[in-house]
């Protein structure tokens, strides 16, 4: 099966800057739709960045210019790098994403998530 590692959360001031990974491991061939959602305390778990499988990216109005999405399929891995860090950018990060297991087999699911905190 796969799994999705999470990694790169922490503390940051406002203005600063990080970069979550997410970590593919498993039986995995490549990473072909890669998403990050968040989850701020009280509030609904929302999209903030799609890297689909065409390639276009999307993000959410609220990180657009500041967030960028990428992954790195000789390493299994998907980013989001993280500028211009706002306290309201506060909360978990999940990953999600399709992998492609080879052999026609594909697998969906989530990594358990990395806690982001920006302080004013």
């Known amino acids: 099966q796969v799994q999705l590692v999470e990694s790169g959360g922490g503390l940051a001031q406002a203005g600063g800057s990080l970069r979550l990974s997410c970590v593919a491991s498993?039986?995995?061939?490549?990473?072909?739709?890669m998403e990050w959602y968040r989850q701020a305390p009280g509030k609904q778990r929302e999209l903030v960045a799609e890297?689909?499988?065409?390639?276009?990216?999307n993000y959410a109005d609220s990180v657009n210019g500041r967030f960028t999405i990428s992954r790195d399929n000789a390493k299994n891995t998907g980013y989001l790098q993280m500028n211009s860090l706002k306290p309201e950018d506060t909360a978990v990060y999940y990953c999600?994403?399709?992998?492609?297991?080879?052999?026609?087999?594909?697998?969906?699911?989530w990594g358990q998530g990395t806690q982001v905190t920006v302080s004013s």
């Open positions: 890297l689909t499988r065409s390639g276009i990216i």
């Open positions: 498993g039986s995995v061939s490549s990473i072909v739709i």
């Open positions: 999600k994403a399709e992998v492609d297991m080879g052999f026609g087999s594909t697998w969906h699911g």
